[in-house]
């Protein structure tokens, strides 16, 4: 067994040359897109993910955990620096900071980052502190004001100027939106 797959008890997938085995079900989709791409390469995996209508497959060693921003990586460094900011949207989170996780320099990490996810850190990050925003408001009842303190957006005004950026809408009326309609 090589040292990558040697003790990993918490990884949704593990390759130790022609046996591979997955952690459970949701596991087993990425395992098999995993194996997808070792034979045929990322296209190929990324139509096959399309066709079967998932996100493109985690990372093997990613921990077994759902996530509710896919960014798609296939390397554990851009994986664990992903995992570590959604765990910390709320701090200031730098590429030297994402970079020391990885443990890659930050060029290096900004490098592999972007080759990886298609953009920057800064974007990728924005893009995961919006998408946690806009589901806290659609499935919660905490103020705006707390939204955007705990993604790291400092206060409201924040929060609604990326809002309307990036989705052409308020927090408010994402929030009103995703209320049932009373008859």
Wanted: hydrophobic share 35%.
């Amino acid at each position: 067994m090589d040292s990558y797959t040697h003790h990993t008890p918490q990884r949704i997938f593990v390759g130790d040359g022609p046996i591979w085995t997955s952690a459970g079900m949701t596991a087993g989709i990425d395992l098999a897109l995993a194996l997808v791409e070792h034979d045929l390469g990322p296209e190929k995996t990324r139509r096959a993910a399309k066709a079967m209508v998932v996100h493109h497959r985690r990372a093997g060693g990613q921990s077994q955990h759902s996530s509710f921003l896919e960014i798609d990586s296939k390397s554990d460094r851009i994986q664990d620096a992903l995992h570590y900011a959604r765990g910390n949207r709320s701090k200031p989170l730098s590429v030297e900071k994402l970079a020391e996780v990885a443990c890659l320099s930050p060029r290096q990490f900004s490098r592999v980052f972007r080759l990886e996810t298609g953009m920057t850190p800064a974007k990728a990050i924005e893009t995961l502190r919006l998408e946690a925003a806009r589901l806290m408001l659609e499935q919660g009842r905490l103020p705006v004001e707390t939204v955007a303190r705990v993604n790291g957006f400092g206060d409201r005004e924040r929060l609604r100027r990326s809002f309307l950026r990036s989705y052409g809408q308020t927090p408010q009326s994402i929030r009103n939106a995703s209320r049932p309609l009373s008859l």
